[in-house]
Every structure is written in C-alpha cells, then in structure tokens.
C-alpha cells in the first residue's frame, strides 16, 4: 500500500476521513505512525496529497486530507481481455491496474471454461477491490471502468468497434506477423486471448473490427506474464 | 504444461523415458493421450521433438522420443534481482525462465528482510523444480543458471563486472533518468532492486560497475510486474 486511498463513504465532514480496518492496521502495523504524522494519501477519483494521522482511539483512526498534486497520468490502452482462470483474475486485474489501464472488458472466448463465468470472483465488489489494490500500488487514484462481455460475438459485433476507439488495434498472435509496435504514446488497444488462444473465427471477426495480429516472440507465456510484458514492450509507460 | 521435459533420471534406455507423476497426470488428465498418441517434448539442456506414448500400465508411462526440432533461442539478458519475499519468488521464477532468461543471481539488498535468506524456498531443488515450470510453459529445455548472492558488496565488488559481460548494464530506478533503452537484441543486464528500491549507496556501487540508471514511467508496481514490463520493453524477444 503506497497511497491511503479515502473512498466516499468514508468521508466524515469536509476534511475529515475515517481509515477503513486494513488501512488503519497498515498504518499502524506497517507505517508505525502515530497522531500528527503525515502520509501519502488520496481521493478516489480525485486528487493526491497529503493526510495527517488526527486521532487513534483503539483502532479507529481519523485523518485530515489536503491535496497537494495531481494523479499520475492513465495509460492511453484499452485492453480487452479473454476471462482468466479465477485463480488468475486477481493479480492480473491488480497488474493491469497498477500499469494504469483505465479500460477493461473482460470478454468470453471459445476456449474460456464456462464455469469461469460462474466463479463468486466476478462480484462487482471483489473485482472494484482488487482494482483498488493496483491503485494503491501504484500510487493511483483513478479507478478502472470494467466492464464483463460474457457473450463474444455481441459484443464484438455491436459495442467493440466503438469501445476500441482511436488509435491501433493490437491482437497479439503466435505466427508469422508484423513484429509488436513499440514505444506508443497511446491512444492504443490490445486484444489479449485466453490459454490457448483465440479461435480463426473470433481472430477473423476481431480482424473485421480493425485489430491487426502482432508477434511477441516465440515462446508461450501465460497470461499474467504477457500482460505486463505486452504493455511494457508497446506502450510508453507515463 | 506445454512440453513434456525429460530429465536423465528418467531415461530407461537409448530412445524411452518414463514419465515422473506429474506428466502422468497431465498426459492422462489434461490431455487424455492413449497408447501411440503423440506429444510435444523435450530433453532437459538438449533437443526438442516428438515423444510416442508407449505404454501406459496403472498410472506409470513409458514414452519414446525422437529429436526434430531446434529449441527456442535464448533471451540474452542477464538478471540482478534483489531477492524478492518468499511468496513471489516462485512466480517470478516461473516468469523469469518462461521470458527466457538464462543467468540469474539473487542478491542481498538493504532492503531485503533477512529472514528471506531462511526461507525452505531457497533449497535448490525447489529453485530448480520453478525454472522447470517456467521451460514448461515456454516450450524450452534450456535450465537457467541460478546464483544466491546472500551478501552484496563482495557480489558487487568481486563478481559483478566479470559476471555482467557485454552489453548495457540497466538499472531501473525511479527518478529523472533517461528513458529504459528499447528492443536491444541483446547481450544486456538488467538490476531490479527490492520493494523500497535499492539504498543510494547500493546504486552508487552498481553504478561503479557500469550500471545506468533508466526511468521506467512514474508508478510504483510490484517486482512481479515490473520484471515483464522491463523486459518486453527493453528486449526483443526471440
């Protein structure tokens, strides 16, 4: 935890926050700090600054908040993403976040395991949680919009070309193609497919909205290790 | 598991192995081969081909194999990691072996909690079973070299620059520094200090050996991110 992310609910009056339990025992556990000292903080969604320790009283502490900076620039990526294993979910979810994408669509694909749809992972609650986690790895304040495709061709059909917006459209696929773009300012987005790959029929219909396959070498990596390592090869990271 | 990789304990005469428990397990549970069914494999530092499943009885398996292919080229980085707490040592060497790199060596930092040095992780056995995992899943045979630096300055003052070779020595550190260089085809080195970041005395001396400090973008992100960001962005892949 390298920012005290404040959340609404948590707000008491005009400058004044209540630390939820994990971040009260961070601070006291981890930071050891003690009432008048300062931390990195931030409002969801909104600026970085500074908040000071104002009350520990048993485990419930109060601290004022004044900004002082703005939040660090988004990546300009959006990423549409085969559904992982459950398992996989979290820590990519937290990855994506912390290497600031702002625009997620977790999407179905032949070789997606139905039951992955099924798993108690995909409550809108635990996935908002860990994408606060890579906020505060990454000292970040702005919260992915993420949203779920459980049916591909719809959503390739009627929403994708839209969604993918400006800027190209990057499939990255085993085979003899163009090698990865790099360095890219951005706006860009990247279609990443499940284990084992996207079929030739959604490659085809991805291809018909504008995504063009890209090769990143040789080996087969999983998932959560393309991920960064795709982001890190195309994007410049702000 | 997308190679089945023979090791010499394993070979019964000059053309069959017998699979260990585990890759009976994949081939009959995951894959479902019977007798005569073919699959792809390997033998540990040597080629990659082909192996027939010869006989399956109860639940040890018998396979020949024959060599048809070259195996994947190496990644020409070599890796200076800080050595990371014991729960994510195993992912990131799995993610280290499977990006293909060949020579790393864990070392102390200030920053490192001593206990890490205790940790039953670090029996070369288990090293050795993740780098397995990581050619597994990367379709290579090649095994890593892997050294423990358990103290710094004589790793760093007796070893480093003979160790380091050719190529640019990388050291991404936070701060106003040159932007990471991109696509090197390699021979290169890349330093990942701890969470916190290596100690200003600890950069002064990678410096003394050659090493430059590069930015990598603002954020704060973990070591199991940041090591396939950095390398798909400062490598090309083979």
Same mark, same amino acid.
């Given at each position: 935890m390298?920012?005290?992310l404040?959340q609404?609910?948590?707000?008491l /009056?005009?400058?004044?926050w209540r630390? /939820?339990e $994990?971040q009260?025992r961070?601070?006291?556990?981890?930071?050891?700090?003690?009432e008048?000292?300062?931390?990195?903080?931030?409002? =969801?969604?909104?600026?970085?600054?500074t908040?000071i320790?104002?009350?520990?009283?048993?485990?419930?502490?109060?601290?004022? !908040?004044k900004?002082?900076?703005?939040?660090?620039?988004?990546?300009?990526?959006?990423?549409?993403?085969?559904?992982? $294993?459950?398992k996989?979910?979290?820590?990519i979810?937290?990855?994506?976040?912390?290497?600031?994408i702002?625009r997620? %669509?977790?999407?179905?694909?032949?070789?997606?395991?139905?039951?992955?749809?099924?798993?108690?992972?995909?409550k809108?609650d635990?996935?908002r949680?860990?994408m606060?986690?890579?906020?505060e790895? +990454? $000292? /970040?304040t702005?919260?992915?919009?993420?949203?779920?495709?459980?049916r *591909?061709?719809? *959503? %390739?059909?009627?929403? =994708?070309?839209h969604?993918?917006?400006?800027?190209? $459209?990057?499939?990255?696929?085993?085979? /003899?193609h163009a090698?990865?773009?790099?360095?890219?300012?951005g706006?860009?987005?990247?279609?990443?497919?499940?284990?084992?790959?996207?079929?030739? !029929?959604? %490659?085809?219909?991805?291809c018909?909205r504008? *995504?063009?396959?890209?090769? !990143?070498?040789?080996r087969?990596?999983?998932?959560?290790t393309?991920?960064? +390592?795709? %982001?890190?090869?195309?994007?410049?990271?702000?």
């Amino acid at each position: 935890m390298n920012l005290l992310l404040l959340q609404p609910e948590q707000q008491l /009056d005009e400058s004044h926050w209540r630390l /939820d339990e $994990r971040q009260a025992r961070h601070v006291q556990s981890v930071l050891g700090l003690t009432e008048g000292q300062p931390c990195k903080a931030g409002l =969801l969604d909104g600026p970085q600054g500074t908040c000071i320790i104002e009350s520990i009283k048993n485990k419930e502490i109060t601290v004022s !908040f004044k900004a002082d900076s703005q939040n660090v620039e988004p990546l300009k990526l959006s990423l549409l993403l085969a559904l992982p $294993r459950p398992k996989m979910l979290k820590r990519i979810l937290i990855d994506a976040t912390s290497l600031g994408i702002k625009r997620i %669509v977790l999407i179905n694909s032949w070789k997606v395991d139905k039951s992955y749809w099924q798993t108690p992972n995909l409550k809108a609650d635990l996935l908002r949680e860990k994408m606060l986690l890579g906020l505060e790895q +990454a $000292r /970040d304040t702005q919260l992915p919009e993420l949203l779920l495709a459980p049916r *591909f061709r719809p *959503f %390739v059909e009627d929403r =994708l070309d839209h969604w993918a917006g400006d800027g190209p $459209r990057i499939l990255a696929h085993p085979g /003899d193609h163009a090698p990865l773009p790099r360095n890219l300012p951005g706006p860009a987005c990247l279609a990443i497919g499940p284990e084992g790959g996207w079929t030739p !029929f959604e %490659v085809e219909m991805l291809c018909d909205r504008g *995504f063009q396959c890209h090769a !990143f070498g040789r080996r087969i990596l999983r998932v959560e290790t393309a991920l960064p +390592a795709l %982001v890190g090869g195309m994007m410049q990271l702000p």
